[in-house]
């Protein structure tokens, strides 16, 4: 792995050297003889990684804004009920991806991923057979347990240990995945509804995930570089980024969640991504609920949807390209800022083309949001225990994430429109910009003793 490169005054912990020793592989997978080595192992990680994310974010939280009316429409369930099984699904997977954190730093995360993807096509399918309020909470409680499994913990694991100084440039690739799932399945989802309800869309965005998911991760997915004999960030830092972070003292440092959670870093990125993604995902699960009636149709609000995955697209690969060199904390509060006051927006200025531009605009900062999230918590407790500390910070994101449906559906039923929950978020999400700001890197480790918790890492 990366190793510290000495310089005219010793040891500078702030530079990454990757090509002191090859590691030896010890494993073969069918994409490594397969796909061509002219590319490095790791960028075809990267984009397997999107493949799999396309299917199983596509159909596990885009689906969940697709299926939001008409499940309401379909049985007469109210807007709270069924928000309420969507807050358990994002409550739920936070749980899931806690508890297999510490696994996931000690055994990897291919077992765990095999096993989420399945249960996310198997509970795809079975929301095509639901009728019932409980039959719902069922399957979303399902769903919730296979997306932990399978989700961000599993899969930041596997991007913070292939690339470290290119790690924002590599999630640019690898996340597009997520948005991706928005821009095509929303609405191919939406579209399904329409022709044969819930049920036919459902059977088919399950069977997407087994027909596409399975495969890549069996065959393509390896953990660690060093399992194939390769070393990480495509086989040479970046030359260009020059950050005392990404050396093996803070890389390779073993941190438990006693010491994480004794940092003030800790605190300030988990309790500013609880408060933006409360309202991000409220307002994201009910972007089209709330756009049907403005637009005058589901499949134009579904297009809107779209708009803003796409905006994602863009802006993320065009921030991942320079985000590698920049101040983590000030990209996330300026994110905030833009978001916050595009939602604002679209509750003052009510003209359609006006709405496509915004939906756009919150677009640009939403996969950018949980892509800084990982690079500020990969770059402050480095790679070793990324599990162990991610999988805590996620599931408080995760417990915000399905507040917020839950808390937007229950006030625009009780209010009959959604101003004030939507304020009531864009509100959160400024107050974000500002906590974010005071997440300083806790206190580094002397060179020797970094020597040694790096050695007890591995």
């Known amino acids: 792995m990366a190793q510290a490169r000495a310089g005219a005054g010793g040891t500078d912990p702030g530079l990454i050297d990757v ?24 960028w075809w990680i990267s984009i397997a990684v999107a493949v799999v994310m396309f299917a199983t974010v596509g159909v596990g939280f885009y689906g969940l804004a697709v299926f939001l009316r008409p499940l309401q429409d379909e049985n007469g369930w109210s807007n709270a009920a069924v928000s309420g099984a969507t807050g358990l699904y994002f409550s739920v997977s936070g749980l899931t991806g806690f508890a297999v954190g510490p ?23 079975l929301l095509s057979l639901v009728g019932e309020l409980w039959q ?15 989700g961000s913990v599993a899969v930041n694991s596997v991007m ?47 069977s997407l995930v087994l027909i596409v998911g399975l495969p890549i991760v069996w065959t393509v997915i390896v953990w660690d570089p060093a399992e194939v004999g390769l070393e990480p960030d495509g086989g040479a830092p970046d030359p260009k980024v020059d950050r005392a972070n990404l050396g093996d003292d803070v890389q390779r440092r073993v941190w438990s969640r006693a010491e994480a959670s004794r940092t003030r870093a800790f605190w300030t990125i988990l309790i500013a991504f609880v408060l933006v993604l409360l309202a991000q995902t409220g307002f994201l699960l009910h972007q089209i609920a709330f756009l049907t009636d403005r637009l005058g149709s589901a499949n134009a609000a579904a297009l809107a949807l779209s708009t803003t995955a796409f905006g994602s697209i863009v802006a993320r690969f065009a921030l991942g390209q320079v985000a590698d060199r920049l101040d983590k904390r000030l990209m996330s509060a300026a994110l905030f800022v833009v978001q916050g006051s595009a939602v604002l927006g679209l509750l003052v200025f009510d003209n359609r083309i006006i709405t496509y531009a915004l939906v756009m605009i919150v677009g640009f900062t939403i996969g950018n949001v949980y892509m800084m999230q990982t690079l500020l918590v990969a770059e402050i407790f480095g790679l070793v225990s990324m599990g162990t500390v991610f999988g805590v910070i996620s599931l408080a994101a995760q417990i915000g994430s399905g507040l917020g449906p839950f808390a937007v559906g229950w006030i625009e039923d009780a209010t009959g429109n959604y101003t004030l929950p939507f304020v009531l978020g864009a509100s959160l999400t400024l107050l974000s910009g500002l906590i974010i700001l005071f997440a300083q890197p806790p206190k580094r480790l002397p060179v020797a003793q970094a020597a040694q918790a790096t050695v007890a890492a591995r």
Do not use: N
């Open 19 to 42: 090509g002191a020793v090859r590691p030896v592989a010890t494993r073969q997978p069918l994409g490594l003889r397969l796909l061509p080595a002219r590319v490095h192992y790791g």
């Open 103 to 125: 696994l996931i730093d000690r055994k990897g995360p291919v077992r765990f991923m095999v096993g989420g993807v399945l249960l996310v096509g198997v509970s795809g399918i």
């Open 136 to 150: 719902l909470y069922a399957v979303y409680l399902l769903q919730a347990v296979a997306f932990g499994l399978s």
């Open 160 to 206: 913070s240990r292939w690339f470290i100084t290119k790690r924002a440039k590599a999630m640019s690739i690898s996340s597009t995945g997520v948005s991706l799932g928005g821009v095509i399945l929303s609405p191919v989802g939406t579209w399904l509804v329409e022709r044969g309800g819930v049920a036919l869309a459902a059977l088919f965005m399950g």
